[in-house]
């Protein structure tokens, strides 16, 4: 598509025009970025009067932690089910929301409210359905007999964050498995059909490998979401409780730096957390801007 | 090998709109059968129909003695070649083609030998181990014909599969088809809006327009006794020349000014509104000859396409007369020229239902130019 060229009649305007986002980026992104780099590099005496340069040795410390790898491990498991369960519970509403005929608008609309709810706010709302005493959802699984007790129970815990993490990324999930839904000719399907492939079958040989390069790209959004964008889901909830059962690597971030103070070993995790997001970043450069081809 | 039997189909779309209206036709098997139409007249809705992939408002599409009103797209044994060809974009030309058989559980072996009959007859053979987009155009559709062939069904349907087509690869093609559907005997439905395409390619050539059957036959029927305004117009090209005019005293007239076209006597009509139809071939350069429509015409512009020149002229209405002259004629805008048509080639229609009136003879009608008859 063309689009028309703005013509500025003064060389500062758009640059002025930038300078907002510019700030923001500069103020809240990479200065912070750099100062916890520097930082990771340095060790806080407990007054924090004091700063010694240490090299290394923070990140020394971190990978000789086990409560890290600890930490690692609760994320992968966080990041895999949550993609997973926002994932496969997106596609079956954007399936399911492709073919409808009436009313299209309406439904899509509600699917797509979750994303405007802050993170927290989706926490608290899922801590209170999952609430052991005042809880709705608790209640129901206690009449099946399920004990579900976020505050005692790590699984519980676990689950917990998965689902309120998951129920947020729903929406972004389903507007792109739509959209790549749509994108699929009707006649492949008719085609299909003709073919003598019934509703699943067309599903699993047609829709899914048609859909791989939406799929493939979800799946870096949704790990990179869950691994660095649930700070506030977890603090909202379980505060990385019980025990550390649910201290994923963001909440462990905070809490060794600002509950723990530990200022220099809180900067060395967000420096590795930076490396990972700009590796997952590469990744979805490389392959998703080709397109998954078939 | 089965017929198609369409009693007493209407299409009506939620809106209320009315597709297809209370549509009846029998397809006999191993014929070839066009729907050709303008765009909108039901013709892909009818189609779809028959293949499963619209539901049926009221009355039956029976293949092969079995009503198919109910059956789902894939237990209807039918194949269908898209005009976009719908091949699976992700699957090799070989699993493209093996997608229905595999679906039908067909044994593997079975699966291969079939694939490559039909690859071979289609000369795509080296193609198997390709994707549809590192193909072109021509070879898609060979394909997308390649995935009806092996699955042997009963009936073939297409629609439109030729008009994503280069003009020389669309005629290439419709050869194609053709031979194949010979060799084949499978009975076929052939959609398309281009007539040249339908009076090629059908046994039975069927006119829509409107939801309706305006008139099915041979082309060559249609061509020369087209029952409706719509057929004669739409069927031939370039399209025939309409003359609305009035019949009285034994003599057609044109309406308004004549622009030089001949009272021409005229026995056996009743009087009133007439609308008198001749096509561009027939309507000659030189004098009269016998019995029929003559006048002097002033020529407006013409288009010498190499075998035969189209001479446009000035006709009573808006519309230009089109007449069909040799490939060496040097008529020039401005010039006057003699015009004659037979009266077995002319046409007459009710100008308000627009169905044709009974064929002229000579008979009927005595040279215009001639002296009028005493009343």
């Given at each position: ?67 890290y ?208 997001v ?5 990744i ?9 081809e078939? | ?25 029998n ?17 892909s809705?009818?189609?779809?129909m ?190 025939m ?27 056996g ?8 139809g ?26 010498p ?11 009573p209405?808006s ?57």
């Amino acid at each position: 598509m063309q689009t028309k060229r703005v013509t500025f009649r003064h060389v500062w305007l758009p640059y002025l025009l930038c300078l907002p986002q510019l700030a923001v980026t500069l103020i809240f992104f990479i200065w912070p970025a750099g100062e916890a780099i520097v930082e990771s590099f340095y060790q806080t005496n407990a007054f924090g009067t004091s700063l010694r340069f240490v090299g290394l040795a923070n990140f020394q410390r971190l990978f000789s932690d086990p409560s890290y790898y600890a930490s690692i491990r609760v994320s992968v498991i966080f990041a895999l089910a949550t993609s997973a369960l926002a994932m496969t519970l997106s596609l079956l509403f954007a399936a399911v929301a492709d073919r409808i005929v009436r009313g299209t608008n309406a439904y899509r609309t509600f699917l797509i409210w979750p994303y405007a709810v802050a993170p927290a706010v989706a926490g608290v709302l899922w801590m209170f359905l999952f609430n052991p005493s005042i809880g709705i959802a608790a209640y129901a699984l206690e009449m099946v007999g399920i004990d579900f007790n976020a505050t005692i129970s790590p699984n519980s815990a676990m689950a917990l964050i998965i689902v309120a993490a998951a129920w947020k990324q729903i929406s972004y999930n389903f507007l792109f498995f739509l959209a790549g839904l749509q994108a699929i000719p009707n006649s492949v399907y008719e085609a299909a059909a003709i073919d003598g492939a019934g509703p699943v079958k067309r599903f699993f040989t047609i829709v899914l490998p048609l859909l791989s390069p939406t799929t493939f790209f979800l799946l870096v959004v949704n790990m990179v979401y869950a691994f660095f964008d649930t700070f506030a889901v977890v603090h909202a909830t379980t505060q990385g409780g019980p025990g550390q059962a649910t201290s994923i690597l963001v909440y462990k971030v905070w809490k060794d730096g600002f509950v723990g103070l530990d200022l220099g070993g809180s900067a060395a995790q967000s420096v590795v957390l930076m490396a990972m997001v700009a590796a997952l970043t590469v990744i979805q450069f490389r392959y998703i801007e080709r397109r998954v081809e078939y | 090998m089965a017929g198609i039997t369409i009693d007493g189909v209407r299409k009506v779309y939620p809106n209320g709109f009315q597709a297809i209206e209370d549509l009846s036709l029998n397809i006999p098997d191993g014929e070839l059968v066009v729907l050709v139409g303008p765009s909108g007249c039901g013709k892909s809705t009818l189609l779809r129909m028959i293949a499963g992939l619209e539901t049926i408002s009221d009355g039956d599409i029976s293949i092969g003695g079995r009503i198919v009103n109910r059956l789902e797209p894939g237990e209807r044994d039918i194949a269908m070649v898209f005009q976009n060809y719908a091949l699976y974009p992700h699957m090799t030309i070989f699993d493209n083609l093996a997608y229905g058989l595999r679906n039908r559980k067909t044994p593997k072996a079975e699966i291969k030998q079939r694939v490559e009959e039909a690859v071979q007859m289609l000369g795509i053979a080296h193609l198997l181990d390709r994707k549809p987009r590192q193909m072109s155009g021509g070879q898609r559709q060979r394909v997308a014909m390649g995935r009806a062939i092996v699955r042997e069904p009963s009936v073939f349907l297409f629609d439109e599969p030729l008009s994503n087509l280069d003009a020389k690869l669309r005629v290439q093609m419709r050869v194609e088809i053709k031979r194949l559907q010979r060799q084949l005997k499978t009975t076929s439905v052939y959609v398309t809006h281009d007539q040249l395409e339908a009076m090629t390619l059908a046994d039975t050539l069927v006119v829509m327009n409107a939801g309706r059957i305006e008139q099915a036959g041979t082309p060559m029927e249609l061509y020369s006794n087209p029952a409706t305004v719509f057929v004669a117009t739409f069927i031939g090209s370039p399209a025939m020349n309409m003359l609305p005019g009035i019949v009285a005293d034994g003599f057609f007239r044109v309406e308004g000014d004549a622009a030089g076209i001949q009272p021409m006597s005229l026995r056996g009509v009743a009087n009133g509104p007439v609308i008198l139809g001749v096509r561009p071939e027939h309507l000659q350069v030189g004098p009269a000859i016998g019995a029929g429509l003559s006048g002097r015409l002033h020529v407006i512009s013409s288009e010498p396409i190499g075998a035969e020149t189209l001479v446009y002229c000035e006709g009573p209405g808006s519309d230009p007369l089109i007449l069909r002259a040799a490939g060496e004629a040097t008529h020039r805008p401005g010039d006057m020229v003699d015009v004659f048509a037979p009266a077995d080639r002319l046409h007459l229609f009710d100008t308000e239902t627009g169905e044709a009136k009974p064929r002229l003879t000579a008979v009927q009608t005595v040279m215009a130019t001639g002296p009028q008859p005493v009343t």
